[in-house]
């Protein structure tokens, strides 16, 4: 079996880079509302800040350094993978082609999305606050106590929620242009790669390995459930998803382009349940 993993996981300098401009945005939100205690003052002011061009700019810059950078730093892993099985030069054709076709869209469309997610943290955080002081008030809190604890939390909070787009935000924006590079050159399966360390979901890890369709998404929190103390699963709130889209989700997909990445008989995800199948079954299907 060819070991293509590092080939395929997504490289963290590119998630770090993004992480360090949006920590520097989190700063830029902390540092404006620091004038003000007053909630409501404090609303008043994340809004403005969304409107500001200056602002706005910032996100989309940082937000489209995040997507070009995967999209170049992928092309480079197709066509590494595709060099290594003989069908390099189709593969190559087609990255040379595709900016000029439906992937220049598609790129515009994941910065833009990204954007979007940067550009409404301040009314994100805005909301946290303002759960936060209607909550504290029906215990009979004084607006001032409230206030001088929302000063202190602030800059944790937000910092917080900066984090969280920085690793959801690459790993889904990752998935998804393996899965446009994969349509387009044919590569309908792809093999779930979990991370596999303390931090990995229970369902993810017994994710690996499993062979997936793109038009197929899994829903592992109902195939791997966790039950409660009942014995009953767990609502399963995440639905379907590919590898590496969900909250803070390292997974990634790799593509299968050659059948010797694949070990079998392997998991498969069919039907709505994890199969085994064997090699001259999937070859069919592929
Ligand atoms: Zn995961």
């Not at 792809?190 to 994710?207: C, L, N, P, Q």
Request: charged share 30%.
């Amino acid at each position: 079996m060819k070991n293509n993993r590092p080939l395929w996981e997504p490289k963290r300098r590119i998630e770090a880079a993004f992480r360090r401009r949006l920590l520097a945005i989190a700063r830029i939100i902390v540092r404006e509302i620091k004038s003000t205690a007053d909630p409501d003052e404090v609303q008043q002011i994340l809004l403005g800040l969304t409107r500001t061009k200056e602002y706005q700019k910032l996100c989309q810059s940082a937000a489209m350094k995040m997507v070009t950078g995967l999209f170049s730093d992928q092309g480079h892993t197709w066509r590494q993978a595709a060099a290594a099985n003989g069908k390099g030069r189709i593969i190559y054709e087609a990255l040379r082609k595709e900016l000029q076709g439906p992937a220049g869209q598609r790129m515009r469309e994941l910065i833009d999305d990204a954007t979007y997610r940067i550009v409404t943290l301040p009314s994100d955080i805005g909301h946290d606050v303002a759960d936060y002081v209607a909550r504290e008030s029906l215990k009979g809190r004084r607006a001032s106590d409230i206030a001088e604890e929302i000063q202190k939390m602030f800059p944790e909070k937000t910092t917080a929620r900066a984090e969280l787009i920085a690793r959801t935000q690459t790993s889904m924006t990752s998935t998804s242009l393996t899965w446009e590079r994969s349509e387009r050159l044919g590569a309908h399966w792809y093999i779930w790669r979990a991370v596999g360390d303390a931090r990995t979901r229970h369902s993810h890890e017994k994710m690996e390995g499993v062979l997936v369709n793109w038009n197929d998404p899994p829903a592992p929190e109902d195939l791997f459930p966790i039950l409660n103390a009942d014995g009953k699963p767990r609502r399963n709130t995440l639905g379907h998803y590919h590898a590496g889209c969900c909250p803070n989700c390292r997974c990634y997909p790799e593509p299968v382009i050659d059948l010797d990445q694949v070990t079998f008989p392997a998991r498969i995800y069919m039907g709505n349940r994890i199969q085994t199948i064997r090699k001259k079954d999937f070859e069919r299907m592929m």
